[in-house]
């Protein structure tokens, strides 16, 4: 299913355009998204919405039967506002999903199911940050997160990751790639519309700033980072805690970083005090260890896996091999 989303650019015009007209009809774009959303699901699919407390693991749960939309009610505003976009995206826009699905061909029930998902929350992104606007907002912020945020009445991944998707034919935002790192450094999310790639397996660089903003949550961590091929880099980080609404079980707490090529710099707020043609300012990263060729990084964990090692009985750097 990723593999999908990559492979069209994260963006997906039939749903987007749809959906930013479904935005303009209901008056939707702002802080107030949530009531506007519920009287379009009572009005419009005859469904109701209420906050349920029985199950703290759940979302969201549609009951068919009886047209009843249940919402965790420990999820903060935006994040519940998010669920209830989904569940009227899944409404309003089932056809087009399922064609969609159909043209895809995965050729698996669980991934044409994990599809489905994916479509309704970009469906769902799409509504709530409607594309020309949004893109709009964006720039003239210079992308600076929390106001644009604000302005649309969603969180603060939600408007990093409808960042990533803004790929319009004739309209396009600055090619941004996003990701989302949990306690343990494995990528939860991902997407790039840049050259850098991300590892399909295992952790992360550890030299990735996106690691320190994990363990400082709501700070915001900039970096300026250069990839073995010499591309530069500059990202935004921030450590994010998920509220689990009891103290009986953990919030889940995890970072999502947002960057771009350094030739966008100029548009990107938080460039803004980086040495950026400083030579040496750049922190040498790479996608991960098994699949960087730097030598001499004090920071690797694991051997590369398309060279060969060697080790010297008499010799102990803090990296316990060398590079052939």
């Known amino acids: 299913m990723r593999d ?25 774009g702002g802080p107030d998204n949530e ?35 249940s919402i965790n009610a420990a999820l903060p505003l935006p994040s519940r506002a998010f669920q209830i976009a989904n569940q009227l995206m899944q409404f309003e826009l089932g ?33 709530l940050m409607p594309y020309g606007l949004f893109r709009q907002s964006a720039r ?23 960042l990533s998707t803004l790929q319009r034919p004739g309209q396009r935002g600055i090619p941004f790639f996003f990701c989302r790192v949990d306690m343990a450094g494995n990528i939860t999310k991902r997407h790039s519309a ?28 900039v970096q300026l980072a250069e990839m073995p091929d010499g591309m530069r880099y500059v ?29 966008h710099a100029g548009n990107f707020i938080y460039a803004d005090g980086l040495r950026l ?5 750049a922190t040498p990263i790479g996608m991960s260890c098994r699949l960087c060729p730097r030598e001499g990084c004090d920071q690797r964990a694991f051997p590369p896996l398309d060279r060969p090692i060697h080790i010297e009985r008499d010799h102990r750097g803090i990296v316990p091999y060398g590079i052939g």
């Open 4 to 28: 999908w989303f990559h492979e069209s650019g994260n963006y997906i015009h039939a749903l987007d355009v749809a959906a930013e007209d479904l935005c303009a009809r209901l008056g939707l």
């Open 35 to 69: 009531a506007r959303l519920l009287r379009a699901l009572e009005e419009r699919h005859q469904c109701r919405v209420s906050p349920s407390e029985s199950d703290r693991t759940m979302l969201r749960r549609y009951d068919a039967a009886g047209r009843q939309l």
């Open 95 to 127: 056809g087009d999903m399922a064609t969609i699905m159909a043209e895809a061909q995965l050729g698996d029930p669980v991934a044409d199911q994990l599809l489905l998902l994916g479509l309704a929350n970009y469906a769902a992104g799409g509504l």
């Open 140 to 162: 003239s912020l210079r992308h600076d997160i929390d106001p644009l945020a604000r302005q649309f009445g969603v969180s603060f991944e939600q408007a990093c990751h409808r």
């Open 194 to 221: 840049t050259r850098l790639q991300f590892a399909r397996f295992g952790g992360a660089c550890p030299l990735w700033g996106v690691h320190e903003a994990v363990a400082i949550p709501d700070r915001i961590i």
């Open 235 to 263: 990202s935004m980080a921030r450590g994010l805690v998920k509220p689990s609404g009891s103290y009986a079980r953990a919030p889940r707490r995890y970072a999502v970083v947002l960057g771009c090529e350094i030739e």
């Open 277 to 281: 043609t400083d030579e040496a300012a």
